[in-house]
């Protein structure tokens, strides 16, 4: 996929984002690898005024490209695409429910199956630093450890994927697990899984869709 396309694929995404109700005005952030860099959404814009020329190139070792300024998150997300090559796209959101969580430091505990679309039997919630920040990042990688997703405390969720639309995907699930656990944990303590079950679909997972 040429840059063109790429640019295009973060403006969709980004759009898609507000439209499913992760994010709203200029929060949150997508971005996708190019190359030995990334194109992420700039800092401050409206994604509703969002552009493919607002794209910001940052490669992974340099400056960044053109006038404006990438995303204040770009440590993250570059820091992703390092150490998970498997990382093709990530999504930043500051959801309601996902942020709900991470305000009290909570990760996700397996009380449903499906907590395993993040890759693992829990979504662990990363520890605070303010955003932007390189200590920030640093944590956000320790709770992504074997994981495609995670909350951040204080702040939103985090997610990747081997595509856009994949990690858009993830993202959009981990906001619906938050909901679900906020409105179970209203009702009583939820009844978790044991490893032994979350394996079991960590394993089943791995050819779900396929033929």
């Not at 490669?59 to 090559?85: K, M, N, Q």
């Not at 956000?140 to 639309?165: I, P, Q, S, W, Y």
Request: glycine letters at 8%; a negative charge; aromatic letters at 8%.
């Amino acid at each position: 996929m040429n840059q063109s396309d790429l640019r295009q694929q973060v403006v969709t995404t980004a759009r898609l984002s507000v439209e499913r109700g992760l994010n709203q005005g200029s929060s949150g952030n997508v971005s996708v690898r190019c190359g030995d860099g990334m194109l992420i959404t700039p800092s401050g814009l409206a994604t509703d005024a969002l552009g493919v020329n607002d794209i910001v190139y940052v490669p992974f070792e340099g400056a960044p490209e053109g006038d404006l300024a990438p995303s204040s998150e770009w440590r993250f997300h570059r820091d992703i695409y390092l150490h998970r090559p498997e990382a093709q796209a990530v999504v930043h959101a500051h959801s309601p429910f996902a942020v709900s969580l991470a305000c009290l430091r909570r990760g996700i505990p397996p009380f449903h199956y499906m907590v395993a679309v993040a890759g693992g039997s829990d979504i662990r919630c990363a520890d605070y630093a303010t955003f932007g920040t390189q200590a920030l990042s640093d944590h956000v990688l320790e709770a992504l450890k074997d994981r495609k997703a995670c909350l951040m405390a204080n702040h939103g969720l985090v997610a990747f994927g081997d595509t856009a639309e994949r990690a858009l995907y993830i993202a959009l699930e981990v906001e619906a697990l938050c909901e679900q656990y906020w409105r179970a944990s209203l009702l009583g303590q939820p009844v978790l899984l044991t490893e032994a079950e979350m394996a079991e679909v960590i394993e089943r997972f791995k050819t779900y869709g396929k033929r």
